[in-house]
């Protein structure tokens, strides 16, 4: 299906079909608006560039792979074997959130999959589908930040002795107490 968007000359409210910018009224400007973006990307794409390689290295190389145990976290997440595990999990939870699932309430649509017990805490059962549930973007958030107070992880990973659970009704009314 093609995409439209609005003329962008002022007052014009025709639409126009991508990638052109003006309606066949004021097609004479597109010329010159294209000009003005290629200049304005070449006298800005040093700047942009160096600023966009260098947090891109920091997160990559320094954040993500702070150790050797996150890099091979990362490793997985881009492997085919997460690929093939996430999709069949999200295939048997029929894309609903087993979080809210478990509080009663339905929310379709959640293509997050979530490790219950998080693999920064126990990476033997990385690739264990009794370990992994879809989860919303809601529900996910809550439990990342009930993990990183229960588990001890997260950015400062200082892991707590702490007994696994794996019950998720129980996690999903751990998460929301506080």
Not at 5 to 31: D, I, L, S, T, W
Not at 60 to 75: A, G, I, L, P, W
Not at 109 to 132: C, E, F, G, Q, R
Request: hydrophobic letters at 25%; charged letters at 30%.
């Amino acid at each position: 299906m093609p995409r439209y968007r609005r003329c962008r000359q002022p007052g014009c409210h025709a639409m126009v079909k991508y990638p052109n910018h003006y309606c066949a009224k004021h097609f004479e400007h597109e010329a010159e608006y294209l000009a003005n973006r290629q200049r304005w990307a070449r006298k800005h794409a040093e700047q942009y560039q160096h600023h966009e390689q260098h947090y891109n290295h920091h997160y990559n190389v320094v954040t993500r792979n702070r150790s050797e145990e996150r890099s091979d976290q990362y490793k997985f997440y881009r492997s085919k074997q997460w690929v093939d595990l996430r999709q069949s999990v999200l295939d048997r939870d029929h894309y609903l959130c087993q979080y809210c699932k478990a509080c009663g309430k339905l929310t379709p649509n959640s293509k997050t999959v979530d490790h219950i017990v998080p693999i920064a805490y126990d990476s033997s059962i990385m690739a264990s589908k009794d370990n992994l549930a879809t989860i919303c973007r809601e529900c996910h958030r809550l439990k990342t930040q009930w993990e990183q107070d229960y588990y001890g992880t997260g950015q400062g990973m200082k892991k707590k002795e702490a007994p696994e659970i794996h019950d998720i009704h129980r996690i999903s009314i751990l998460m929301r107490e506080k």
